[in-house]
T-cell receptor
């Protein structure tokens, strides 16, 4: 069972470039989430989706966009990357009613 | 929104007990979670409390008091492999989880 797959695992990106982080789950979970994790700040919610076709803004949504065309995929796009978006990005999914989050292995993004 | 506080660091000796406290203020409470995260890895689920009281799972126990906005995670019989960051997370009425900054626990021999 793969669970949640994120790609790429690591990327160095020039400022101003567009970047899409991919996330796929095979657990048929309703809800999916994108978090960023920075030293001393913990995990902060960027965007979420409670079900296919719907998305919502989290705590730090500026500069990011998401889409949820189907249950399995939840890509995160940085339209024009800036150095402050250097972080580790975690995708997660959950059955909406149990609430336990299952995390992908993370994508380490460096914006220069 | 959520405001979640937990200590930054704790150190304990192998075989000992450590208690990690978490206080929270929330606009809509729908459960409290504890996650463990080893350096360079993804967080993994440890425990879940939605009602007041103690939940025990092996060497780990978690307690919740909703009226006080307070939880703790108790780690017993500490092992070296328990050295990790422990994350307190609160679920809101829209089923989103907000995380505290995490407590780094270092277990010494």
């Amino acid at each position: 069972i793969a669970g949640i797959t994120q790609a790429p695992t690591s990327q160095i990106l020039a400022a101003g470039r567009r970047m899409t982080l991919r996330c796929t789950q095979d657990m048929r979970h309703n809800a999916m989430y994108w978090y960023r994790q920075d030293l001393g700040l913990g995990l902060r919610l960027i965007h979420y989706s409670n079900t296919a076709g719907t998305t919502g803004k989290g705590e730090v949504p500026d500069g990011y966009s998401v889409s949820r065309a189907n249950t399995d995929d939840f890509p995160l796009t940085l339209a024009s990357a800036v150095p402050s978006q250097t972080s580790v990005y975690f995708c997660a999914s959950s059955d909406r009613y149990t609430g336990e989050l299952f995390f992908g292995e993370g994508s380490r993004l460096t914006v220069l | 929104g959520q405001n979640i506080d937990q200590p930054t660091e704790m150190t304990a000796t192998e075989g000992a007990i450590v208690q990690i406290n978490c206080t929270y203020q929330t606009s809509g409470f729908n459960g409290l979670f504890w996650y463990q995260q080893h350096a360079g890895e993804a967080p993994t689920f440890l425990s879940y409390n939605v009602l007041d009281g103690l939940e025990e799972k092996g060497r780990f126990s978690s307690f919740l008091s909703r009226s006080k906005g307070y939880s703790y995670l108790l780690l017993k019989e500490l092992q070296m492999k328990d050295s990790a960051s422990y994350l307190c997370a609160v679920r809101d009425s829209d089923y989103k989880l907000s995380f505290g900054a995490g407590t780094t626990v270092t277990v010494r021999a």
